[in-house]
């Protein structure tokens, strides 16, 4: 199993331009969510996905879309970049909702709006 | 407000020495908390969970309600134990396993 994946690794974008980040698992995982991590900071939860055609936002969502069309994808959507969404976009899911179920992670991708 | 807080940025320690990685919480209800890690060019991956009461790596850590602390301790360091340590705080919160991270320490272990 390739477990969480991630593309692109890196990417820099301009200001106002848009994208997708890409996430896919094969664990068929009912659960999966976007994080975004600042320097220095935590992950802060931008949307998550409880599964296909059901997805919610979390504590960061703003300037940010996702969908969720089937089990395995997620992508997550930059409209209008800006530099504020600088960061290393990790993206997580997990076969339960338990508060004591263990998240997967991807290798995260590093974005940088200029 | 729940908030996870790890007030060591950086520890640094030399090989064979303890170490304890702070952590320290609040959240009124009953907590389930996790020790994550990520190792240099890794994804960020579980360590442990306090429920579990198990000892990873050599590492373990204590679930302690009356300081709401929940340190990560390993009483003698490896090279290999070098990696950004998160601790998480999980909550059910909407039908979902919401993750609540600290900013994460760095431990570098020294030859």
């Known amino acids: 199993n390739a477990g969480v994946t991630q593309t692109p690794k890196f990417r820099i974008l301009k200001i106002g331009q848009s994208m997708t980040l890409q996430c896919t698992q094969d664990m068929n995982h009912n659960y999966m969510y976007w994080y975004r991590q600042d320097p220095g900071m935590g992950l802060k939860l931008i949307y998550y996905s409880v599964g296909a055609g059901i997805t919610d936002k979390g504590e960061v969502p703003n300037g940010y879309n996702v969908s969720r069309s089937t089990t395995e994808d997620f992508p997550l959507r930059l409209e209008l970049a800006a530099p504020s969404q600088t960061s290393v976009y990790f993206c997580?899911?997990?076969?339960?909702?338990?508060?004591?179920?263990?998240?997967?992670f991807g290798p995260g991708t590093r974005l940088t709006v200029l | 407000a729940q908030r996870v807080t790890q007030p060591e940025k950086l520890l640094s320690v030399f090989k064979g020495a303890p170490v304890e990685l702070k952590c320290n919480y609040s959240y009124s209800g009953s907590p389930e908390l996790f020790w994550y890690v990520q190792y240099s060019r890794q994804r960020l991956q579980l360590l442990l969970r306090h429920i579990s009461r198990e000892s990873i790596k050599g590492f373990t850590a204590d679930l302690n309600k009356g300081e709401t602390s929940f340190h990560l301790k390993k009483p003698f360091a490896q090279e290999e134990d070098s990696a950004m340590y998160y601790c998480a705080l999980s909550l059910l919160s909407g039908g979902y396993n919401k993750l609540i991270f600290g900013a994460g320490t760095r431990l570098a272990v020294h030859p």
């Open positions: 997580a899911s997990s076969y339960l909702a338990g508060s004591t179920d263990t998240q997967y």
